[in-house]
């Protein structure tokens, strides 16, 4: 749907690790509920960051950061529905990161086949419209 013959990738999670400046708290790439995804064109993130607001639940995304919007990127979280521009050095990488951060709830992560289920269900749904239950 999003792939774009290769323009949206995963750039995966990495290595267990403490937080950037916060020795002793493992990092959510660590835990396994977080994954970055990388874009060629700003055209390509939109749609993704899209593509995941419109499906958060069936995903149980929990928070996106969008780190490319001028002058600190972007979040959408869960407990507000809607995106907010940071007002502040929020996240390193912003301005202009091609790449979003999607973290999802620790029920889902723990869930191999639902992941693959459901990215299967939303995948095959070249519409662009939620999956039916």
């Known amino acids: ?4 013959g290769g323009k949206i990738r995963n750039l995966g999670s990495f290595m ?3 937080m950037r400046g916060k020795p002793g708290k493992p990092s959510v ?7 970055d995804f990388g874009y060629t064109n700003r055209e390509d993130g939109l ?16 928070l996106i950061v969008d780190y490319f919007p001028a002058p600190y990127g972007r979040g959408w979280n869960v407990t ?3 995106w907010q521009d940071y007002k502040k050095p929020t996240v390193s990488g912003a301005p202009y990161g091609r790449w979003l951060h999607v973290e999802i709830s ?6 191999a086949a639902y992941i693959d ?4 269900l939303l995948l ?3 519409r662009g419209h939620e999956p039916s239950s």
């Open 29 to 35: 790439h660590s835990t396994g509920r977080a994954v």
């Open 1 to 4: 749907l999003f792939l774009n």
């Open 106 to 111: 620790n029920e889902v992560a723990d869930n």
């Open 124 to 126: 095959a749904d070249t």
């Open 16 to 18: 267990v690790r403490d």
């Open 80 to 82: 507000r529905l809607a």
């Open 47 to 62: 749609a993704l960051a899209d593509f995941f607001v419109r499906n958060w639940e069936a995903l149980g995304i929990e």
């Open 117 to 120: 289920f459901v990215f299967a």
